[in-house]
């Protein structure tokens, strides 16, 4: 039993130390390529504090899912439906659960079309099956 533990321990040290070593060479391109551009920058406009310029932090919106969480949501909200429910549906519910603002039409666009990119992959696996259209939305239910 020991031994299977530290052969694990060891493959994840070797992986871990491996992406260790990608780092460091994606951030030494990195710290090359600032360099370039601030060599370009102090030639083109000489009298430009370069550490003025604040740097740009990606931070995700609030409507974006980890992995794997959108799937369990819907799901989760099909499974407790006593009757069918339409993409639209799902994507208020969906965001309602989530503790997003009260949707207005443009998020709640963006959220069904996620929801329904979700259902259909759902669907292929046979996990979810579309009833009938309502309107512009396909009803969908949970397969028993």
Request: glycine share 6%; charged share 30%; proline share 5%.
């Amino acid at each position: 039993m020991t031994d299977y533990a530290v052969e694990a321990l060891k493959r994840k040290r070797a992986e871990t130390t491996g992406e260790i070593a990608r780092c460091q060479a994606r951030l030494e391109k990195l710290a090359s390529d600032l360099a370039h551009i601030d060599g370009v920058l102090a030639i083109l406009a000489p009298d430009l504090v370069q550490e003025a310029i604040l740097p740009k932090v990606f931070t995700p919106p609030k409507s974006w899912s980890k992995r794997g969480e959108m799937s369990r949501t819907v799901l989760n909200i099909l499974r407790t439906a006593k009757e069918p429910l339409t993409t639209r549906e799902i994507a208020g519910m969906v965001m309602r659960q989530r503790g997003l603002p009260e949707p207005d039409s443009a998020s709640l666009n963006v959220m069904t079309r996620r929801v329904g990119h979700c259902l259909r992959d759902k669907r292929e696996h046979g996990a979810v099956r579309s009833i009938e259209e309502t309107g512009l939305w396909l009803q969908w239910e949970i397969v028993r």
